[in-house]
């Protein structure tokens, strides 16, 4: 495959990403910081290329049911937001999880609760992995951590969404999201055709023919039995992702007496403040969770029983803790250390955070 | 090599675009790069600024509070960023509206006279580029090919033109750069 190189913004390679992955339709209204991901969408025409529909719609909650409809004519559809647009959209994305619908919803997290500030948080991780909306339902989250994983998580997140059934929340923050490193795309993947669409999904409403029965759209099941029935089989499919779909990265883990837990932005932080360590004799490496729903939960109590303390290290009053403590179950001590608001921590405040919270307390 | 630099001044001196340039050339010249900008409500008539990291490495985080260079074009960034540059590390500065001069010791201290300079050639859309001229005098993390090759990137065609004018004034930066202190 050709690699092309190119130095952009994460939030223009999310929207580079969905061209080249043959994405049909972007919905979406604009909020700060991901504003970029319409916008150069809107420079590009995709329309005039490849097809693709980009549409402003006058709120998120239309933006979300749109992808509700296209989604459920088995087409490649996503929309992007920010903290509280995202929040608009919770009912929108309970309905496509009970309907099992595909589709891709971007998340580049602002300050919060409320209108918040508009700069880089993590204050969603409870949201993105633990409903948001109601009822028993989970996303499939991925926490890129570069602009290359922006591009490149777009690509995995069609093949999950469309394996699964699923919706597929890409978690990013404002850091990523403005922030321009250098990328490398590859060629155009086509959007499916008719044909590739029933034959990749089979059960979307495009039209019956008269050799089978009606595919139906719906989250509604009036019957408790066939509706425990319907939950029965999320669980299921949920455990499935939970067996199959955990990814993660290690950076100096092999001689690790303390590790970091960080995904995103907070991550690429928790490097520098490994390289910080290190020169101080700490021997200090980072667990870096790529997805979120499914936890790398095996992998941190395994490390759990060699390390002797964990640092959850998250822009938020501390929620992916809670996930990291389980999984370490008592073996090790766990603690977090985070700022909020939209305050980024500093490499050296996260080193200070492990010496005072965890080596010398 | 890795080279963590702090640009800052105020919004529409060209803060954004110089760091976008340094950055596309260090990529063309196959550096690793990051370009992380101040996206606050700041921008819009206050301070801009941007971090801008070049190295042979794999970049860990693009946030960054302590820089190896810091590039400073009006009185609140250098208020803001004067401690924040590493020892033995740049300070580089125009003095077009300084009235509070730095007063580290532990810092090597350059001063380049560019806004005055690009208004007296007639040179002012420019100037930034004329700032980076002097930056690459004194580290020259990346070379004067390369920086022409970052134009033609980050510039859309239509502004090719434009190049020439562009690299004459990174050539009268690096003539016009003055050593204020070297530790």
Redesign the interface.
């Known amino acids: 495959m050709a690699k092309e190189l190119k130095l952009m913004k994460g939030n223009e390679a999310i929207a580079e990403a969905a061209i080249r992955s043959g994405c049909d339709g972007y919905f979406g209204y604009p909020i700060t910081p991901q504003s970029e991901v319409m916008e150069y969408l809107m420079l590009e025409k995709p329309w005039e290329r490849t097809g693709m529909v980009v549409l402003q719609a006058e709120s998120e909650v239309s933006s979300i049911n749109m992808v509700y409809g296209g989604a459920g004519a088995g087409k490649k559809v996503m929309t992007s937001s920010s903290s509280p647009g995202i929040s608009l959209m919770q009912e929108g994305l309970t309905y496509l999880a009970g309907a099992e619908l595909p589709c891709l919803v971007v998340n580049v997290v602002r300050g919060g609760p409320g209108l918040g500030t508009i700069q880089p948080s993590q204050a969603d991780y409870f949201q993105a992995t633990k409903g948001g909306g109601h009822g028993d339902y989970q996303l499939f989250v991925l926490a890129p951590a570069s602009v290359q994983e922006m591009y490149d998580f777009v690509f995995d997140a069609w093949d999950i969404a469309f394996k699964y059934r699923n919706p597929v929340m890409i978690l990013s923050d404002g850091a990523i999201g403005q922030v321009m490193e250098k990328l490398y795309v590859g060629d155009y993947v086509p959007r499916w055709t008719e044909e590739q669409i029933h034959e990749n999904a089979p059960w979307a409403a495009f039209g019956k023919p008269a050799t089978r029965d009606h595919n139906i759209i719906t989250s509604l099941e009036l019957d408790s039995a066939k509706e425990e029935i319907h939950n029965q089989k999320l669980q299921a499919k949920y455990r499935e992702m939970e067996r199959n779909e955990v990814r993660f990265e290690e950076i100096n883990c092999e001689d690790a007496e303390y590790i970091f837990v960080a995904y995103g932005s907070s991550a690429r932080i928790a490097q520098k403040a490994i390289q910080l360590g290190r020169e101080k004799g700490i021997k200090v490496g980072l667990l870096r969770p790529i997805t979120l729903f499914p936890f790398p939960t095996k992998r941190l109590g395994e490390l759990s029983k060699q390390v002797k303390g964990m640092l959850s290290v998250e822009m938020s009053a501390g929620q992916m803790v809670t996930d990291v403590r389980l999984a370490a179950e008592n073996r090790c001590k766990v603690e977090h250390y985070g700022r909020f608001g939209g305050m980024i921590p500093t490499p050296h405040e996260v080193l200070e955070a492990m010496e005072t919270k965890i080596i010398n307390a | 090599m890795t080279e963590e630099i702090i640009i800052a001044g105020f919004g529409g001196q060209g803060v954004l675009s110089m760091g976008?340039i340094l950055?596309?050339s260090g990529?063309m010249q196959d550096k690793?790069?990051?370009?992380?900008?101040s996206?606050?409500?700041e921008m819009r008539g206050g301070t801009a600024n941007v971090s801008v990291i070049i190295s042979d490495e794999r970049?860990?985080?693009?946030?960054?509070?302590?820089f190896d260079t810091a590039i400073i074009l009006n009185q609140q960034s250098l208020d803001k960023f004067e401690h924040s540059v590493k020892p033995g590390g740049v300070l580089l500065y125009d003095p077009n509206g300084i009235t509070k001069l730095p007063t580290r010791k532990d810092i090597n201290i350059y001063k380049v006279a560019a806004t005055e300079k690009s208004a007296e050639m007639g040179m002012v859309k420019t100037f930034n580029m004329m700032v980076l001229g002097a930056f690459l005098k004194v580290k020259p993390v990346v070379t004067e090919e390369y920086i022409e090759k970052g134009l033609k990137?980050?510039l859309p065609e239509r502004h090719h033109k434009l190049i020439p004018d562009n690299l004459k004034a990174v050539e009268i930066g690096k003539e016009i750069v003055e050593t204020i202190q070297t530790v």
């Open positions: 976008k950055a596309y990529a690793e790069v990051s370009w992380m900008p996206y606050g409500p970049i860990s985080s693009p946030i960054i509070s302590q990137k980050s």
